[in-house]
């Protein structure tokens, strides 16, 4: 959520001529104020930079834009004396934030199992397993073993395993490769994500100074 109040950018004698103009033509200022800066953060989201043009930190892994959908339920309201852009939608808001300000996310082994099965939900246990899970499966080690004569093992790619193997066989060999790393470490709790900055919401301020313009020029 953002929340703007347009006295934070004008000179005095621009917040006096403020004062003067009637409520109705305040609340229109900030109006339009705000509406265009839903329309910069959607511009800021699809180009994945900065307002100011600066690219966004690009993913550990994969190319798949982020926040890509963030701009969809991004609204904006004005009263005669703040103008605000958010999301009604809370956790939508809190993704927002914390993609704005690189804040960490804290997770906890109850946190993840929610995620997982909410995961499970969405997708056929039938059908093959996802990327997600291969990249996993990599990451543990998991391994297979090939040849007639001699027996050897070889670390498959996540391609073999998304063709090979269900999204149930994977995750229940998912468990078992974290079973055993857990009877040789002790598990944590919780564990932090660092989640760094990826600004996109701001108030373009030469905007708001050449909206008031316009509106003090405005007859009546």
Known sequence: MITFDLKGVLSVAD?????????AR?????????????KDTRQALKMQSAPDGTPWPKRKKGRKKMLSRLGKGLNSHATPDV?????KNKMAGQTAFKHQYGLPELYTKAKARKRSSKAKEAVDQSGPAT???ARLLRQLGYSITEGKRVKRLRKPGIAWIQKNMSFEQAGQTLKMLIAERRN???GKTSWEIKVPARPFME??????LDALAAE???RG
């Open 15 to 23: 917040r006096l001529k403020l004062a003067m103009l009637p409520p």
């Open 26 to 38: 305040r609340r229109r200022l900030l109006d339009k104020v705000m509406r265009q800066a839903v």
């Open 83 to 87: 103008g605000t852009a958010g999301w």
């Open 131 to 133: 990327r997600h899970q």
């Open 184 to 186: 040789q470490q002790p």
């Open 203 to 208: 108030i373009n301020k030469q905007a708001v």
């Open 216 to 218: 003090f020029n405005r």
